[in-house]
T-cell receptor
Framework: AQKVTQAQTEISVVEKEDVTLDCVYETRDTTYYLFWYKQPPSGELVFLIRRNSFDEQNEISGRYSWNFQKSTSSFNFTITASQVVDSAVYFCALSESQAGTALIFGKGTTLSVSS | SAVISQKPSRDICQRGTSLTIQCQVDSQVTMMFWYRQQPGQSLTLIATANQGSEATYESGFVIDKFPISRPNLTFSTLTVSNLSPEDSSIYLC??????????FGAGTRLSVL
């Protein structure tokens, strides 16, 4: 069965702290895609990153970085020097088999950054 | 990336009525997806809509309640029928942008009184 687990329901940090959001996935496929999305209070889903199962390189984009480890079926997301604007719900998602299929979402992690 | 326009952005409807949500994409796509996000919850796939064929519904969702149209490769509608307060949710359409990832519309916030 396919499944995405985000064990952290809510995280609260103070500005400038680093924070890591955990994501663990389950799939039987050897080809799959992993995603992270941000959902601010406005409700729209903002695409952050896609990673395919054959690319285990870590990625850094500004203050954001992602650590993909197939050995532990994890795709964790770190925000460095957090800011108030980072406050949102963050979803990890899995797409199986090939590009173009629907996503399976984790339950999301609510990040609150206070000043 | 793909630009997705979803309408309406929000609506308040009376019990027993229906709401039709439109999703327009700026490029041709084979599949479009409709998701529901109930308050405080994650996203759940309602159905996958291919152009020229009937939508494929996920377990727990039926065509009579959530009829979908897909008249061409850039447009789809989702209707939520016979509304009840339990239908109050955010409804989102999405498409897969080749080589990039899956993008979502801004969502439709539905409140049923």
């Amino acid at each position: 069965a396919q499944k995405v687990t985000q064990a952290q329901t809510e995280i609260s940090v103070v500005e400038k702290e680093d924070v890591t959001l955990d994501c663990v996935y389950e799939t039987r496929d050897t080809t799959y895609y992993l995603f992270w999305y941000k959902q601010p209070p406005s409700g729209e889903l903002v695409f952050l990153i896609r990673r395919n199962s054959f690319d285990e390189q870590n990625e850094i984009s500004g203050r954001y970085s992602w650590n993909f480890q197939k050995s532990t079926s994890s795709f964790n997301f770190t925000i460095t020097a957090s800011q108030v604007v980072d406050s949102a719900v963050y979803f990890c998602a899995l797409s199986e088999s090939q590009a173009g299929t629907a996503l399976i979402f984790g339950k999301g992690t609510t990040l609150s950054v206070s000043s | 990336s793909a630009v997705i326009s979803q309408k309406p952005s929000r609506d308040i409807c009376q019990r027993g009525t229906s709401l039709t949500i439109q999703c327009q994409v700026d490029s041709q796509v084979t599949m479009m997806f409709w998701y529901r996000q109930q308050p405080g919850q994650s996203l759940t796939l309602i159905a996958t809509a291919n152009q020229g064929s009937e939508a494929t519904y996920e377990s727990g969702f039926v065509i009579d309640k959530f009829p979908i149209s897909r008249p061409n490769l850039t447009f789809s509608t989702l209707t939520v029928s016979n509304l009840s307060p339990e239908d109050s949710s955010i409804y989102l359409c999405s498409v897969w942008a080749s080589g990039v990832g899956q993008y979502f519309g801004a969502g439709t916030r539905l409140s049923v009184l």
